[in-house]
């Protein structure tokens, strides 16, 4: 059974789903990680991500799991290039 809304991680499951669609988990534990953020069933959990096409994951609400010290980086490279 589903958790109340006031119980379930949001940002954990959209860290589940982008870590899923990234190749940084398998079925198994992106499975087990979404019943542990959202507490659906597991059956559930995995037809949802086994549903999920892989592609477009820097599309989910501009979402990015990038470390701070490339963002930093990034950001004085286009300092220098202007």
């Known amino acids: 059974m589903a958790k ?3 119980e379930y991680d949001h940002d954990k499951t ?4 982008c870590d899923y669609k990234r190749g940084l988990r398998n079925l198994q534990t992106g ?3 979404l ?3 959202t507490g659906l069933e597991p059956r559930i959990a995995e037809v949802f991500l086994k549903a999920m096409k892989r592609d477009n994951v820097r599309d989910i609400r501009g ?4 470390p701070e010290h490339l963002i930093r980086a990034r950001e004085a490279k286009k300092k220098r290039d202007q």
């Open 14 to 17: 959209i860290e589940v789903f």
């Open 35 to 37: 019943v542990e953020a």
């Open 63 to 66: 979402y990015e799991r990038t």
């Open 4 to 6: 109340n809304k006031t």
């Open 31 to 33: 499975t087990k990680a």
